[in-house]
């Protein structure tokens, strides 16, 4: 009975967690990375040259994650792998099924969960220390983001390996939903913050009776012009299908048509 | 300001840790020394001015608050933001004699930032391609079960790449950035057109960031009310970003507890559809 070493598993993990993406191409992506961290795992289960060679044909299969909740992939294949080398029913063709299968639905709790809502929220509260140049807010990060995905993928890498395919459960289970569904929450309500503390949209347009349009604006609600451009941006991507570098360069249309018509003005001279 | 070559030597090395696919790793490189905030300060830390680069860092932080690549496609890039935007807009904004605590001063890092974070996506294509070399030399090594070339090749040769396309631009750029700015205010009045739209142009960018986040979690009309929410206790109560936290995890504990007393009540009720047709009668 063959059976992984600690010291093997640290040693995959270590690799997954610093190569996942150091080698990247359009083309392959993941792929090296994922090589890496199977090779003490491929190393320690067979003995003979071609036996690791048939076992690593196996990851040289496209693989693309979002690698940091993907480090679950990686611990489910060594568990696997594990099991092949000890005569399961299980073989390459099924390992590479159940990765490919996991590629996608993973990259899209990844992207949503850890780009889109984790690291925003830390940024954003890193933000709110740093008012005044306080170096506070960017250790603040360094330090939380660093140990919560050290710790976070160590996790799910021995998670994957200890329950193999069930592993899975974890993440898209019904429990599992409701706290995502309630971290995103979070993450909305920090972003609406971070927008009215960060977004400083404001108009130099004088009013026919002598009036500041700004004054009257913060009247009915502050921010507002903020919020309207946050909206705007918004309405341009989700429902024109416009990509964001266009959006910005439409922004430049709209800050030289506004500076024309003395909507907006810095009011700066040097 | 006059940026020395042992400084942007350091920025250059920076630059090839913290690119997505950058020697730093994912982790620490590309989402911790990648993200404007932590360049803020690690650029101040180089260049001997820590507050303004966390402002500045901050200031460009926004608009890159969600940069998802999703699939490896990206719309900036992040070594081009942070170790060479933020250095250029440290030099603008003491060349032209900005307080760095003016939004005017943070809406033209913003808009400088952004600039060369959309030019600099040319930095991810030139090294991605280029990585497909050591990539060849990888698929040759696992034909003849050459192992050990794995890690050369993953983490080893990738660094000739980011030489060419993270470090020489980085350095080249940045010892350039301070003749730049004196050729914007040669040729560029700050009460001009020119400068005026850039100003305002950095003043309503990171409303494309906010949104490029909010374009995941807003799928209708609806969906905004979280994030007015948000908004409302900045704009409206003044509440700071820590707060805002606080209170939105208060909603997310409520929110957890009724989705999971719908789904408790679903489970239970499942089983049993022939007590409810008994109750009819």
Redesign the interface.
Known sequence: MKKLSKKTLNKSFL?W?????????????Q???Y??AM?PVV?SLYET?EE??EA?ETY?AFF?TE??IGALVVGMTAGLEEAKANGQAIDGEAINGIRAGLMGPL?GIG??MI??TL???L????????S????L???F??VV??LL??FG?RFVYFKGYDLGGKAVEVLVG??A???R??????????????????????TSLVLPGGGELQKTLNGI???ML??L??????W???KKNI???M??LL??F???V???IGF???G??? | MEINALQATLLGICACLSSMPGLGGTTFGNYTLGRPLVAGLVVGLILGDVQTGIIIGAAIQVIYIALVTPGGTVSADVRAVSYIGIPLAICAVKGMGLDPSTTQAQAMAAALGAAVGTLGTVLFYGTATMNLIWQHIGWKAVERGDFGKLYLVDMGLPWISHILFSFMPTFIIAMAGAGMVDVMKAYLPMDGIAMKTLFTVGSLLPAVGVAILLKQVVKKPLDFITFFFGFTLAACLGMNLIASAIIGSFFAVINYKIIMVQTRRAAASAPTPDDDDEEDI
């Open positions: 690799s967690f610093y190569g996942n993406l150091t080698c990247f191409s359009q083309e392959h992506m792929t090296f990375g090589l890496c090779l190393e040259k690791q060679k690593m040289t693309n690698p940091q990259a992207d949503s780009v889109g690291i925003p929220i940024l954003g509260i890193g933000l709110g220390l740093s005044g140049g306080n170096p807010g960017a250790i990060y360094i983001w660093n995905m050290w993928m019904e429990q939903q409701a706290i569904e309630s971290i995103i929450m979070i993450g909305t309500i920090v972003i609406g913050a971070v927008a009215a503390s960060w977004i400083n949209i404001n609600y502050p921010k903020s919020a451009a946050v909206v705007f941006c918004w341009l991507m989700t990509s964001p570098t959006v910005m922004l430049v709209v800050a030289f506004g500076v024309l907006f003005d810095p700066l001279s040097y």
